[in-house]
């Protein structure tokens, strides 16, 4: 079956620009996380959303950063005035709802590099 | 502090023999979860085991299996018979309770199987 979807794979973009990430998650799952990975570094949590909700968004770095999720299945997650700190792998997860030892499957990630 | 340890930046195994991927973990939950996962060079995050604090069994997932000791907060990983296909960094991670669905990484070990 379908795992997790994420678009782009690769973006480059300039200093300043605004960028979306979008992530398609697993059908069925109603739980959706992103996540940043930079260089040589576990995943760091950003936010994660119960169906249409934002349910913890403590990961947020900074109100530059913000993710929707309308519909309760496709996510994007949005960054503005990109800066060069931004440059990393954006992870999305999705997990089934309602048990907390499912585990959470990942996308292939989006690699954001801001020049 | 650090939720999540692993003291090891990189280990070496022969093929078929079996290695241990050590983690520690800090928390004052009585409730949590911890996973492992393994991101091979593709990026992709690969689910590979779960243990749950209440969980009174090492959980194995073929040839994987988890050394859980409560009382030292530690959560190794064993891989038994390694094959060259094992070699990836592999993410130890925990999952708090009390409602908190993030996941907190530690920086990973990466693993390299030699024929």
């Known amino acids: 079956g379908a795992g997790v979807s994420q678009t782009p794979s690769n973006k480059v973009t300039e200093k300043g620009k605004y960028v979306e990430l979008r992530c398609d998650p697993i059908?069925?799952?109603?739980?959706l996380y992103w996540y940043r990975q930079s260089l040589g570094q576990g995943p760091e949590f950003l936010i994660y959303?119960?169906?249409?909700?934002?349910?913890?968004d403590s990961g947020l770095p900074n109100d530059r950063f913000f993710a929707v999720r309308p519909e309760g299945s496709v996510s994007t997650l949005k960054i503005q005035r990109t800066e060069r700190g931004d440059s990393a792998v954006y992870l999305c997860?999705?997990?089934?709802?309602?048990?907390?030892?499912?585990?959470?499957?990942f996308g292939d990630g989006t690699r954001l590099s801001i020049l | 502090a650090q939720k999540i340890t692993q003291t090891q930046p990189g280990m070496f195994v022969q093929e078929k023999e079996a290695v241990t991927l050590d983690c520690t973990y800090d928390?004052?939950?009585?409730?949590?979860?911890l996973f492992w996962y393994k991101q091979p060079s593709s990026g992709e995050m690969i689910f590979l085991i779960y243990?749950?604090?209440?969980?009174?069994q090492n959980a194995t997932e073929g040839r994987y299996s988890l050394n859980f000791q409560k009382a030292r907060k530690s959560a190794n990983l064993v891989i038994s018979a390694s094959q060259l296909g094992d070699s990836a960094m592999y993410f130890c991670?925990?999952?708090?309770?009390?409602?908190?669905?993030?996941?907190?990484f530690g920086k990973g070990t990466k693993l390299t199987v030699n024929p």
């Open positions: 997860a999705s997990s089934a709802s309602g048990n907390s030892i499912q585990p959470q499957h």
């Open positions: 059908s069925g799952h109603t739980a």
């Open positions: 959303f119960q169906g249409t909700g934002a349910a913890d």
């Open positions: 928390t004052s939950d009585p409730s949590y979860g």
């Open positions: 243990q749950g604090s209440y969980d009174q």
């Open positions: 991670a925990m999952r708090e309770g009390g409602g908190s669905e993030k996941l907190v």
